[in-house]
């Protein structure tokens, strides 16, 4: 079985630390990839820039499930990754799937994301009417009134 785990880390001169759009610098960051096969563990290590993670993201937002938890909790990256793939959603961090523009970005690509939005977004009209637009059994996800 083949597996990728990705992880970002900091170059020294990158000389930033923090949350969410702070933790990636645009330049100096270090993406990780660890390539399980079978027994035997392959590790790969570039040096990636903001964009280079958000473009990629664009292309396949379902990628996000493999990120490190700083990129999980970082909004651009998020909807980068939920503009391409609604479901990608249910890897964004907490505080993330309750964002009204993430969720609504998500709704818009797929109508299922609500499946993994904060409860409280459920009960938005406009939220539910994007993805009723996608699909009528979308109603499934709203809150009850």
């Known amino acids: ?5 990705l992880s970002v880390g900091h170059l020294p001169e990158a000389g930033r630390t923090g949350r969410g759009s702070d933790c ?7 993406l990780t990839m660890q390539r399980h096969d079978n027994h035997e563990t392959t ?11 958000i473009s990629w993201l ?18 651009e990256i998020v ?12 890897f964004a961090a907490a505080p993330l799937r309750a964002d009204r523009e993430i ?3 998500a709704v818009q690509q797929d ?8 409860e409280p977004l459920l009960a938005d009209r406009e939220l539910m009417l994007a993805a009723v637009q996608q699909d009528h059994d979308a109603l ?3 809150a009850e009134s």
Not at 1 to 5: D, I
Not at 24 to 30: Q, S, V
Not at 43 to 53: D, E, L
Not at 111 to 118: D, F, M, P, Q, V
């Open 79 to 90: 909807l980068a990754a939920v503009q391409q793939y609604g479901g990608a959603l249910q």
């Open 140 to 142: 499934e996800y709203a």
């Open 111 to 118: 109508s299922y994301a609500l499946e993994h939005a904060a």
């Open 1 to 5: 079985m083949l597996r990728w785990f």
């Open 43 to 53: 590790v790969f290590q570039v040096i990636y820039n903001r964009a280079s993670i």
């Open 24 to 30: 990636l610098p645009e330049t100096g960051t270090t």
């Open 58 to 75: 664009q292309q396949d937002g379902m990628a996000l499930q493999w990120a490190a938890a700083p990129l999980k909790a970082d909004r």
């Open 103 to 105: 969720v609504l970005a």
